[in-house]
């Protein structure tokens, strides 16, 4: 299974005590979009509690321990009741977050490259229509939670959804190939209400040589 599914950080298949991925970039670097003190807050403290949670909830089940990110959020409906909305909350809360911040960068004038390109052409008419339905998607989600692109795979085609607290699509249908983060706390500290202008300058941060097709 595990090669089906996306491959995001490298420690995408790491497993119990799961660490804090340093980011893959200066905390600076993705002025002006996010500044210093959002994602400092950001990764150091949320990201890292989810980890810490995490790693808390599977410490007395051995059994567990050698599950990935996705192989634990795939198996929670079959998880010791206890703890399956800590795992839920928690796994996804890890999982997403690796996600969110693997896929940013510098804004450099990035646009999709011609593969994903012609893939936003078939299937939202372009890419500035993908845009316009994400950002929709973004601002449609009441209270906490994430706008994704995702690639569903028996289709093979790509769509967007969304998902409330740190839920995460289904990762037996579809491979997330990106997200937006849009609890307040990924945004407030700079943008306070304004979760509008977080997602105009999200846009411009995407690291889209990290999307990957399959
Ligand atoms: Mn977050």
Redesign the pocket.
């Known amino acids: 299974m595990r090669n089906h599914l996306v491959q995001s950080l490298n420690n995408m298949n790491e497993h119990y005590p799961f660490q804090t991925e340093p980011l893959p970039y200066l905390y600076d670097y993705l002025e002006p979009c996010l500044n210093v003190e959002t994602l400092h807050f950001?990764h150091d403290k949320?990201?890292a509690a989810y980890v810490e949670n995490l790693n808390k909830t599977l410490r007395d089940y051995p059994q567990y321990q050698n599950m990935s990110l996705e192989q634990l959020i795939i198996s929670v409906p079959h998880l010791p009741k206890i703890i399956q909305t800590p795992v839920l909350n928690n796994a996804g809360?890890v999982y997403?977050?690796q996600i969110?911040f693997d896929k940013m960068s510098h804004a450099a004038g990035q646009k999709p490259g011609p593969e994903i390109e012609a893939i936003f052409n078939r299937d939202f008419g372009s890419y500035e229509n993908w845009k316009a339905i994400m950002t929709d998607a973004a601002m449609g989600v009441f209270g906490s939670g994430y706008a994704w692109l995702v690639w569903n795979r028996s289709s093979k085609r790509v769509s967007i959804q969304t998902t409330p607290n740190q839920n995460t699509p289904d990762l037996m249908k579809f491979i997330p190939l990106l997200l937006i983060?849009v609890?307040e706390?990924?945004y407030y500290l700079q943008y306070q209400n304004l979760r509008i202008d977080y997602i105009k300058c999200w846009f411009n941060i995407i690291n889209w040589g990290k999307v990957r097709l399959h």
């Open positions: 950001h949320h990201y809360g997403n977050h969110y983060d609890w706390h990924s």
